[in-house]
């Protein structure tokens, strides 16, 4: 009589995971048991690397991330770096004006890696400011007139103003979010850092979501929330701000009941299962095996987050639901909420791409395209803040916003645009322990350069991460040794 090997708490296999692994020899045994626990779980003599176990290396000051990023290139003069130089230098070539210097500077050449075989050229002749702008809260930070809303929510935020990056084109989204220039290839994203070091909160819903347009291929596409080398299975996954739909064939046939659903999936995952035997070094085929399993999930637990009539009038007001122009950016940051509430560690919304493939690309018409898109951002990102505030929750909800890179002092063309700008540009950081009221860094008077406090993106990733309590020279893989930029540094000046 043969008797059912059945799992236990000890971490026993179940008799056809046993036949298997016997199936497959000694070497079959040993790689089966490491499905045990996703990853790379080995240890070999002379190495003790193991993947993380899910707990903060320290005290974390935050739990949770809400990275909010404007596609096609935020103008930072237009919103939260205002230069009065280039009103009173307004149609001057830079050269003839005192600040001409800022084209000799070592960064113009050094720190950009040209995207196209064609130099892209300095816009030298000034553009003055399309909008106003005057002090907000009580730290008195200078703030454009197209963020009257954000202006009065200043005093809780970090505005860092002396952000820069190396590429001049938009392929400079995927670098915002890797560290690396995209001919560099494509590396895990911050978001799929954190999913990597830190351990679920909720099992019934993604840790690393994505909400809003996507990013295009060629721009880095899914490498903004891709995981490379740490595995698919650290990604993000892409729900749609559709209350409806919000992830697509995510529910049953109308006529299956769920016992046979059930039954479904349990006979898919055996299947699954005895394939991540047999290639138990196969990535593509773990992530199945945990997709499977978080979809049957999902089903219950994502139309619940997009329930938005369980809130109230006012928070639809606070997000500014009520208005056709920010209602769609409202969801997608309502939803952010919702997600953190319930345990998600990472939630990445972008902005921009939705109507069309500029988004804040402004080379024509600056003041037309960028007034009509802070208009959608403004109110729902006041209310993000707001909400997470009077719920508790900022003190453990880290909100990031920035853009690819800024845009030129100069005037592109006769037309009232500006350029590509990966200089010097600005990025707000808000909560989970970091200080409010702050303008950290800064610009030279044309905010033209970064020149004090300078900050590669990545510094904005490391303070991030040294927030959750994470080391990222701790999360290292062998066999991907990165270089000391792919870390950062915390900006130590805006951690309270």
């Known amino acids: 009589m043969t008797r059912s090997i059945t799992a236990c708490s000890c971490g026993k296999a179940n008799r056809r995971a046993f036949l298997s692994d016997c199936g497959m020899g000694f070497v079959g045994l040993v790689l089966g048991s490491l499905l045990h626990r996703d990853g790379f779980a080995a240890t070999t003599a002379g190495n003790d690397w193991a993947p993380p176990d899910g707990k903060p290396h320290f005290p974390p000051k935050a739990k949770s991330v809400i990275w909010i990023f404007l596609q096609g290139g935020l103008s930072h003069l237009e919103s939260f770096d205002p230069k009065p130089a280039l009103n009173k230098y307004a149609g001057k070539s830079i050269s003839e004006t005192p600040h001409k210097d800022v084209l000799n500077a070592p960064f113009t050449k050094k720190n950009v890696v040209q995207f196209t075989a064609t130099e892209r050229q300095l816009m030298l002749t000034l553009l003055p400011l399309q909008v106003g702008y005057g002090k907000r809260g009580q730290s008195g930070i200078e703030i454009s007139d197209w963020w009257p809303h954000f202006g009065e929510c200043v005093d809780d935020v970090s505005v860092l103003r002396s952000v820069w990056t190396t590429d001049n084109d938009h392929a400079a989204q995927l670098q915002f979010h890797t560290g690396r220039h995209i001919f560099e290839g494509i590396y895990p994203s911050v978001g799929s850092w954190v999913h990597y070091g830190l351990g679920s909160l909720n099992e019934n819903i993604p840790q690393f979501v994505v909400l809003g347009p996507p990013v295009p291929p060629h721009l880095g596409g899914a490498g903004v929330a891709g995981a490379d080398y740490l595995g698919p299975q650290h990604g993000g996954v892409h729900l749609a701000g559709d209350p409806v739909k919000p992830l697509p064939f995510a529910s049953p046939e109308t006529d299956l009941y769920r016992e046979e659903q059930e039954s479904l999936f349990g006979f898919v995952q055996e299947m699954n299962q005895m394939d991540a035997v047999r290639y138990p070094s196969d990535a593509a085929v773990k992530a199945r095996i945990k997709s499977y399993e978080l979809a049957f999930r999902m089903q219950t637990a994502v139309p619940e987050l997009f329930r938005f009539q369980d809130e109230s009038a006012a928070t639809h007001k606070m997000y500014g639901l009520d208005q ?40 024509s018409e600056l003041k037309k395209n960028h007034s009509r898109l802070c208009a959608e951002v403004d109110l729902p ?22 853009s690819e890179f800024g845009r030129t002092p100069g005037v592109e063309g006769n037309r009232e645009g500006r350029d590509h700008h990966p200089f010097g540009f600005s990025a707000l950081m808000a909560g989970g322990g970091l200080k409010g009221g702050v303008a950290h860094g800064a610009t030279d008077e044309l905010g033209f350069h970064a020149v004090e406090n300078r900050h590669y993106v990545t510094d904005i990733h490391a303070t991030v991460l040294h927030q959750l309590g994470l080391d990222p020279h701790k999360l290292e893989v062998p066999g991907h040794k990165r270089l000391e930029i792919d870390f950062g540094s915390p900006i130590r000046e805006i951690i309270a």
């Open 381 to 402: 990102l006041a209310g993000l803040l707001r909400d997470l505030k009077q719920r508790g929750l900022l003190d453990e909800t880290i909100v990031v916003m920035g």
């Open 324 to 363: 056709e122009h920010s209602r769609a950016f409202g969801q997608d940051l309502l939803t952010a909420r919702r997600l953190v509430e319930r345990g998600v560690r990472f939630v990445q919304v972008f902005h921009g791409y939705r109507e069309d493939g500029n988004g804040w690309d402004a080379h």
